[in-house]
Nanobody, 126 residues
Framework: QVNLVESGGGLVQAGGSLRLSCAASGRTFSIYAMGWFRRAPGKEREFVATIRWSGGNTYYSDSVKGRFTISRDNAKTTVYLQMNSLKPDDTAIYYC???????????????????WGQGTQVTVSS
């Protein structure tokens, strides 16, 4: 099992920036990829971005492409989400996830079999 702790959420005005961090501990040697998801009030959880631990390949949802950047620090076993040009629609709880598995759909992480953090609130005011 991999334990994940997110940090860096908060309140920001539209157009501003935030950087989220997700620190992994436990069986981190087994990580294949890590990603970010979000759940806005009244909506389903949605994929935001993912990064392969080896090689650093990244993939983004269309809604954040060009504004958000996912990166990793292998030595710290930490993944980051730099969020720029934030919009009120970005308001959500942001969750970090880690998977040991390869999925043909890069935006997919198993709710049951993969590891998830507790989430961090991001609120963007207009």
């Amino acid at each position: 099992q991999v334990n994940l702790v997110e940090s860096g959420g908060g309140l920001v005005q539209a157009g501003g920036s935030l950087r989220l961090s997700c620190a992994a501990s436990g069986r981190t040697f087994s990580i294949y990829a890590m990603g970010w998801f979000r759940r806005a009030p009244g909506k389903e959880r949605e994929f935001v971005a993912t990064i392969r631990w080896s090689g650093g390949n990244t993939y983004y949802s269309d809604s954040v492409k060009g504004r958000f950047t996912i990166s990793r620090d292998n030595a710290k076993t930490t993944v980051y989400l730099q969020m720029n040009s934030l919009k009120p629609d970005d308001t959500a709880i942001y969750y970090c996830a880690a998977t040991k598995s390869y999925y043909s759909d890069a935006s997919y992480y198993s709710p049951r079999n993969d590891d998830w953090g507790q989430g961090t609130q991001v609120t963007v005011s207009s």
